[in-house]
Every structure is written in structure tokens, then in C-alpha cells.
């Protein structure tokens, strides 16, 4: 299964979706301006819970607005099937969208945020209720709206589609992942620059399974970088497949060795 890119899976899902009926709208807890706008956009009429079941880490204030770590765990539930990060006031408001498909629902990566917003995570159960948690960040302005940095050295293109991974045992038949690609993600918000970002990531097993697919939008930080708990063992090779909005692609192997790196090349 193929991953849409997020923006355009999220436009497409945004269209079909019927305005809930007002009995059905949910408050929030963190008292957003915008949740009753994602909230319609996002989950339609599903039932909506904000509880302990999905875990949300992040800093409380970004110390760098470009680079935001975040977090979402949803191991507490059962048979999860998408994630969304979600960043309620950013101009480019939902950075990922992750099904877990042979995985376990967990996923870390690295956002922009342009002001102080609420973050969250989101997880569908397989009871097709979404789960959600998260909080307000204090952040500085300019996340998604400042080139980045491989933009001022120049160097961007000479390093396009590099990969760097890492991989080590998870519990049985489990690999924890750590991905990084060269790229730099610009999100089309900067004059002169273009919208040019990865929109997604695959990983695939030995057989051409997939086991875990990630829509990416441009407000994920300069050469994203992602943490995933994939259903393979350490002694199988996995390959990472990348494809950005020009539809360039990128690859790199995995090897069987848990310590082992894997490199990507475009094509």
C-alpha cells in the first residue's frame, strides 16, 4: 500500500467529509481557535476522545523553531491504523501522516513551527475512534517561513536524497528504525523558493511487503529525520523508499546486521 502524499490525501479527505452536526462537536481542551476547523477536515463525524491512550512528547518551549522534536505513542491501543501530527496554527498545519501497516504505532520526527500553537497527535483505533492528546508549544515565529540552511550554504543539491539509518533489535521480531535523508523541505511560504519536500517514505521487507508508509508535508524540518518500531527481525534486510514533490526518487538498504547503515541515491 501506498502512502498519499499528506497535503493532498488530507485536501481529497476534506472535500468528501460532511460537516459534523453541532451535538457532534467536541470541545477542546487546549481551547484552540482553529480545533472545531481540523477537527471537520481531519476526522469528519468519527467519534473524537482526548485521552491517555495516545502519548505525546515534545519540549514545552522550541528552543529552534526550525527543528521541534515531537513524539506520538499509541501502543496503548488496539489495531491503530493512521497517525496524524498535527500543529494547529502553522500555515502548513499537518506535517505527517503515518500508517503503520506491519509496525507499531510510534513514530518520532522533527517539525517547523511559525508561532506559539498547539501540538498534538492523533491515532485511529480499530474501533474507528480517534485519540488524541497533546499541548501548547512556545515557539518564536519563523519556522516555516526562513530558508533553510543548506539554502543559504548552497550546498543542497549535492547532498539531495543522502540517507543515513540506523537499526537496532525491538523485542521479537521488531526493529526500531532511524532514518534520515538529505533534503531541503521548502515549504513554498519563503519568496523566490519554490515548494519543494518529501511527500513520502516507504519501508518495505525482503518480499516487497510494506510495513510502514509516511505522508510528508514541507513542514517537517530540513533533512527530516523519523523514528519507527517495525514487525521485522534483525536478521532481514528492509529497504526505505523516498519520493519528493518533483517526484524524484530515493532508496537505500538496511542490512540484516542491527548495527549496519544503509546509504540512498536519487534516480
Not at 502519548?55 to 527543528?67: G, S
Not at 521487507?205 to 518500531?229: C, H, M, N, Q, R
Request: glycine share 12%.
Amino acid at each position: 500500500m501506498r502512502a498519499l502524499p499528506a497535503l493532498s490525501f488530507l485536501t481529497q479527505l476534506a472535500a468528501a467529509a460532511p460537516a459534523p452536526a453541532a451535538s457532534a462537536l467536541v470541545q477542546d481542551p487546549l481551547g484552540s481557535p482553529m480545533w472545531q476547523f481540523h477537527r471537520r477536515r481531519l476526522f469528519g463525524e468519527a467519534p473524537v476522545v482526548f485521552d491517555g491512550g495516545v502519548k505525546v512528547r515534545f519540549p514545552m518551549i522550541a528552543e529552534d523553531q526550525h527543528v521541534f522534536p515531537v513524539e506520538v505513542d499509541a501502543r496503548a491501543l488496539a489495531g491503530v491504523t493512521r497517525m496524524i501530527v498535527l500543529a494547529d496554527l502553522d500555515p502548513i498545519p499537518y506535517p505527517l501522516d503515518y500508517r503503520p501497516l506491519h509496525a507499531e504505532p510510534f513514530v518520532a520526527t522533527r517539525i517547523k513551527l511559525d508561532q506559539r500553537t498547539p501540538v498534538r497527535g492523533a491515532a485511529l483505533a480499530a474501533d474507528g475512534t480517534w485519540h488524541l492528546s497533546g499541548g501548547w508549544v512556545d515557539a518564536a515565529g519563523g519556522g516555516c517561513s526562513a530558508p533553510p540552511a543548506s539554502r543559504v550554504k548552497g550546498d543542497w543539491a549535492q547532498h539531495l536524497g543522502e540517507m543515513r539509518g540506523i537499526r537496532r533489535p525491538a523485542g521479537a521480531g521488531a526493529t526500531r528504525l532511524r532514518i534520515a535523508i538529505r533534503h531541503p523541505m521548502d515549504t513554498g511560504l519563503v519568496d523566490g523558493i519554490p515548494a519543494y519536500n518529501l511527500e513520502t517514505l516507504t519501508v518495505t521487507d525482503t518480499k516487497g511487503v510494506s510495513l510502514a508508509d509516511l505522508g510528508i508535508a514541507g513542514s517537517v524540518s530540513e533533512d527530516p529525520a523519523f523514528t519507527l518500531i517495525v514487525g521485522a527481525p534483525a536478521s532481514e534486510a528492509l529497504t526505505v523508499t523516498a519520493r519528493d514533490s518533483n517526484g524524484l526518487v530515493f532508496r537505500g538498504t538496511l542490512a540484516a546486521d542491527p548495527g549496519a547503515t544503509g546509504g540512498g541515491q536519487g534516480s
